[in-house]
Structures are given as structure tokens and as C-alpha cells.
Nanobody, 124 residues
Framework: QVQLVESGGGLVQAGGSLRLSCAAS????????MGWFRQAPGKEREFAAA????????YYVASVKGRFTISRDNAKNTVYLQMNSLKPEDTAVYYC?????????????????WGQGTQVTVSS
């Protein structure tokens, strides 16, 4: 039994910030990589950010690099996505997911468990 509970989404003006959280339970959280994906209306689900099992390595899609920061607190079984300088183009449903191994992955099919998604809307 694996459950991912997301929070922190909402409505924010362009240039503002949001911090998404994803709390995992029912597994050995610290041994697996984690990722954030997003899906905008009319578009396919897109990789946004990933972090390896220990938090020592991260990777971002070019469109968010320098603005978003992924981090994790293994003691709390939680992964975060700090989003700064938000743009209307960032509007999407954001999903957290657990990878099949401890490494960083950008491939959707390598993630086994998914959260319910949280809506992020950036107004201009």
C-alpha cells in the first residue's frame, strides 16, 4: 500500500511563489528517487523535476531550471517543489511520483506510484 498526499497548490499572480509538498507512506521512502510532473490543458504530461534517493542530485526541465527547486526530507517522507518567479505558462496540474529505483529519472514509465495531482494556476 503506497499513498502520496500532495498539498500547496493554488492560485498565484505571475512572479509569485508556491511550495508544493508530497508526503509518502507505506514504503521505504529513502531508497527511491522522486519526481514532479505537470500537465497543462491540451498537453501531455511533462517531466518537471527529479531528485535521487539521498537528495544529493537533482535535475530539471529547461523551462523551470533556475526558478524551481526540488528537495526532500527523508525523515519526514516528504518531497518538496519550491516554485519561484512563476509564469502563466506554469499553470498545470502537478503530480508527484515515486521512481522504480534510487536514481534520477525523467521517464514517466519508470515511475510506479503517483499522487492525486494538485492544481497550480498562475494569473497575469
Amino acid at each position: 500500500q503506497v499513498q502520496l498526499v500532495e498539498s500547496g497548490g493554488g492560485l498565484v499572480q505571475a512572479g509569485g511563489s508556491l511550495r508544493l509538498s508530497c508526503a509518502a507512506s507505506g514504503r521505504t521512502f529513502s531508497t527511491y528517487g522522486m519526481g514532479w510532473f505537470r500537465q497543462a490543458p491540451g498537453k501531455e504530461r511533462e517531466f518537471a523535476a527529479a531528485i535521487n534517493w539521498s537528495g544529493s542530485r537533482t535535475y530539471y526541465v529547461a523551462s523551470v531550471k533556475g526558478r524551481f527547486t526540488i528537495s526532500r526530507d527523508n525523515a519526514k517522507n516528504t518531497v518538496y517543489l519550491q516554485m519561484n518567479s512563476l509564469k502563466p505558462e506554469d499553470t498545470a496540474v502537478y503530480y508527484c511520483a515515486v521512481a522504480s529505483g534510487g536514481f534520477i529519472s525523467t521517464r514517466l514509465h519508470e515511475y510506479n506510484y503517483w499522487g492525486q495531482g494538485t492544481q497550480v494556476t498562475v494569473s497575469s
